[in-house]
């Protein structure tokens, strides 16, 4: 929250169980409206944009279905084709988008901390749809609806994440969000790519994959982010399928009815055997479902 644009959403650190469950109350209302093509209209006359300072297919068509659905303006951005490309910083490019009168901006870029900062010299709101390695809060309170709409809660329940946790704004944003709502969350991956400081956090780090996916109720797979590696941190990408990829083999050892979740895009067959990605446990396009309700939900919230 900012005092400026106190309806932003910039994480899930800190933010509190009540508002969590109030955004999948209206989430289910939504994502109801939506099967039945009645979606509510509460923005109606006000106008969001989008603005994408990097790569994305989930998170800004979500987005902007949202906002549509609610009856929203949509303005979207290409950076690459904008005047940032002549010099202009972020924070005047965002105070010139929100002079064309906008409710709130949805920005996506890969600085750490660049929703913060863009949120204390605007005074719409700003929602966070992931800043580089830092948070991607939609991401998890849509992932966190998709475990409660199937669990009913997510109280005692164990969630694994497994992968490249170091780079992960997902795993992070998913990690305050679950232990908010009263899960156990194990991390495991290569010792690469789990930082030190994930305990403190409500996280327990678990030294072997086999051993998180046994306990898990639900398996988080992370993509394996090789666009933020400056260096190398495992031999290649066969190894890192064989080591800590859920393979064929490795999904045998979860739970009956365990769930497997990925945010997206899947890099298949490293991460995520093909098969797995597309067997009877996967729940990574209801996840995308959901993220159209779940971010009408965020929407509103702002406005
Ligand atoms: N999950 C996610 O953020 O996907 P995109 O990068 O396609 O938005």
Redesign the pocket.
């Known amino acids: 929250m900012n005092a400026l644009s106190p309806r932003s959403l910039l994480t899930t650190e800190g933010m509190p169980r009540a508002e969590i469950e109030a955004i999948f109350g209206r989430a289910r209302l939504h994502a109801r409206g939506l099967r039945g093509g009645t979606p509510l209209r509460s923005l109606a006359g006000r106008v969001v944009a989008n603005l994408f300072f990097e790569?994305?297919?989930?998170?800004?068509l979500s987005f902007e279905r949202a906002a549509k659905a609610l009856g929203a303006d949509v303005l979207n951005f290409n950076s690459a084709s904008s005047s940032v490309s002549k010099g202009e910083t972020l924070v005047d490019t965002v105070r010139n988008v929100e002079a064309l009168g906008v409710t709130a901006v949805v920005l996506r870029h890969p600085g750490s901390g660049a929703a913060h900062l863009v949120s204390h010299h605007v005074r719409c709101a700003v929602v966070n749809a992931?800043d580089g390695t830092h948070a991607?809060p939609s991401?998890a309170l849509l992932d966190a609806f998709t475990l409660h709409e199937r669990w009913g809660s997510l109280e005692g329940k164990t969630v694994a994440i497994i992968g490249d946790v170091l780079h992960s704004r997902?795993a992070r944003s998913n990690l305050y969000c679950l232990v908010t709502l009263g899960a156990r969350v194990l991390i495991a991956g290569p010792p690469t790519l789990v930082p030190v400081g994930l305990e403190p956090m409500g996280a327990t780090v678990v030294p072997s994959v086999d051993a998180a996916l046994e306990e898990a109720d639900a398996v988080m797979m992370l993509r394996v982010q090789l666009e933020r590696q400056r260096e190398s941190m495992f031999p290649s990408s066969r190894e890192y399928a064989l080591a800590f990829g859920l393979t064929l083999a490795r999904a045998r050892l979860l739970k009956p009815g365990t769930v497997v979740m990925h945010?997206?895009?899947v890099n298949r067959g490293v991460e995520l055997a093909p098969e797995v990605a597309d067997g009877p446990a996967n729940v990574i396009l209801e996840q995308v479902a959901n993220g159209v309700a779940v971010r009408m939900a965020i929407l509103e919230r702002c406005a």
């Open positions: 790569n994305s297919t989930r998170t800004r992931g991607h991401q997902v945010p997206g895009p």
